[in-house]
């Protein structure tokens, strides 16, 4: 394997984290003995990240599409984090300098789960590490009609002209409107889709597809993509300086 250049580490990368449910009927288990194998595998890979100097990670943990799964793995997805953190709290929190935020719908996920994922964002306010945000109930679609709301809002009470929409300040009303650009996209499994994730973020962001189930997405695979990442040649519709193409 190629080394990893540590000047050119991404800032900001987003992961879909796909393919618990395969990697558990692979071991002849039910789907969310993969998930929790999952949720160890994110620890993991947020402390690498975290270690090497990437400074936001943003991932698709649960979709507004998600509700059309089997009832008794969604109500896993609901109740599970709230056991994980409250078992692994000095390992998530505690001992780590990472900064936990959430982003999605707030109304439909049971008061258990927001509980929990509230007080692991109060619990790391202070953190100065990376940003580690999970997407709960989120959705690209969700996230951009609601955008389009408030500066709907804003027009009809005569706060901006219609003239002053433009990308970035459609970008400024993102639920990712404090991050950086969205470097690299991961997405495990094999899938090559964006399943709705980050559609607007992910406009000028490198794809990375694996065929890694994510329960086996370590911080080895994770290095592979930073590899690869670093090095493609990103133009952002322009041409490469090395180009000789006039």
Not at 65 to 72: H, I, M, Q, V
Not at 104 to 131: C, F, Q, Y
Not at 175 to 202: M, V
């Amino acid at each position: 394997m190629a080394e990893l250049d540590m000047t050119r580490i991404p800032e900001h990368i987003g992961i879909i984290l796909d393919g618990n449910g395969r990697w558990a009927k692979k071991r002849h288990m039910p789907r969310m003995y993969g998930h929790r194998h999952g949720a160890f595998t994110l620890r993991d890979i947020a402390k690498y990240a975290d270690s090497i100097g990437v400074k936001y990670m943003t991932v698709y943990c649960f979709s507004t599409e998600n509700w059309k799964r089997p009832s008794d793995e969604v109500g896993y997805l609901m109740k599970a984090p709230s056991q994980f953190f409250k078992k692994f709290f000095k390992q998530l929190v505690t001992d780590t300098n990472i900064r936990y935020e959430v982003i999605g719908r707030k109304d439909r996920i049971p008061a258990i789960l927001s509980d929990t994922l509230n007080n692991a964002v109060e619990s790391t306010k202070d953190h100065t590490g990376m940003v580690l945000t999970l997407c709960i109930d989120y959705g690209s679609y969700d996230e951009i009609t609601t955008v389009v709301k408030e500066i709907a809002s804003l027009a009809k009470e005569d706060k901006i002209k219609v003239d002053d929409i433009t990308p970035e300040l459609i970008t400024n009303h993102l639920f990712t409107k404090d991050y950086p650009k969205l470097d690299l996209l991961i997405r495990t499994s094999g899938e090559c889709r964006l399943s709705n994730f980050l559609l607007w973020q992910a406009a000028y962001s490198e794809l990375y597809f694996t065929d890694t189930l994510f329960p086996d997405f370590n911080p080895d695979e994770l290095k592979k993509a930073l590899i690869d990442f670093q090095s493609r040649d990103r133009r952002f519709g322009g041409l490469s300086k090395w180009s000789s193409i006039k």
